[in-house]
């Protein structure tokens, strides 16, 4: 109680308040730290049990880019289903390391892409575009191929695009 009648009252040491400003900045950038690495780390990736692992036709999409460094990797592109409206989306690129074959997923967002405003005249695909860019602390080096996993109402569809980068090499 005592801490707290000196706030009160006001009368704070100098030393005293200079502990406390420094103890707070550094618990606010921890957690600031802890922040970002959430946002930008690749955890690993388990396929769900309930998860289509064959497109078999059913999404449509494309991987506009890759850009790899030391520090991360970031990919984007589009990906809708045809024949239905696209809402809001829990949609992620995971990628897999060919050798020791695991799995990570990228955080990854919607953009919005005009050019879908209208799919076949009457579904509004807008909503279709992914960008993802996560940190590579713990990738291994190696050969990776991109997958996504496509959630809708009804289905979760986890299939391989077929396309293959380097990281690290």
Known sequence: ???LDKI????LEEKYFKRIVIVGLLIILIVLLIVFLNFGFMPNYTIPKDAITKNDGKVEYRIDSISTSRKYVEITGWAYKK?????YFDNRFVIRNEETQKYKVLNTEMTIVDEFFSIDGQYDCRRAGMYAKGLAIGLKK????????YQSDDENILFDTGILFNYGQ
């Open 142 to 149: 190696g050969l990776y191929q991109i997958f996504i996993e």
């Open 1 to 3: 109680m005592k801490v």
């Open 83 to 87: 024949g239905q409206n696209l809402g």
């Open 8 to 11: 009160i009252d006001a009368e």
